[in-house]
């Protein structure tokens, strides 16, 4: 293994985390909700086995958001020739997006609403 390769490597995954935080308002948005997230995760000293979860989920959501907008570029290639395929393709991902994304508020409401019903008391 060569070590340019590797950091090559690195260079251009960092390259296209750029690309999507800059492109996607989505992904910013993503991006704004999972530090907050973590700053609630520090700020009520979760149990490691709860870090882990939140983290799975934050990672989970921005990696359906990355694949979404992949597969949309993609798509946009194939345009106007298979448009009816291609707008089925980018409302299923959009689709696979949302779920995911309410999967991660659902464990968010059963890890977090705990902490904050006591903050309230």
């Not at 106007?80 to 464990?107: C, E, H, W």
Request: charged share 15%.
């Amino acid at each position: 293994m060569s070590i340019k390769k590797f950091f090559s490597s690195l260079y251009h995954a960092f390259r296209g985390l750029v690309r999507i935080f800059r492109a996607e308002q989505n992904f910013r948005l993503q991006t704004f909700s999972a530090a907050v997230v973590i700053l609630f995760s520090v700020y009520f000293s979760l149990r490691p086995w709860e870090y882990v979860v939140v983290i799975l989920m934050i990672v989970i959501v921005m990696t359906m958001e990355i694949l979404n907008t992949a597969l949309e570029y993609f798509s946009d290639l194939l345009k106007p020739r298979l448009n009816f395929y291609v707008q089925a393709v980018k409302d299923i991902m959009a689709g696979a997006v949302f779920l995911t994304s309410l999967g991660a508020v659902a464990v968010g409401l059963i890890i977090f609403l705990p902490h904050f019903l006591k903050l309230a008391e």
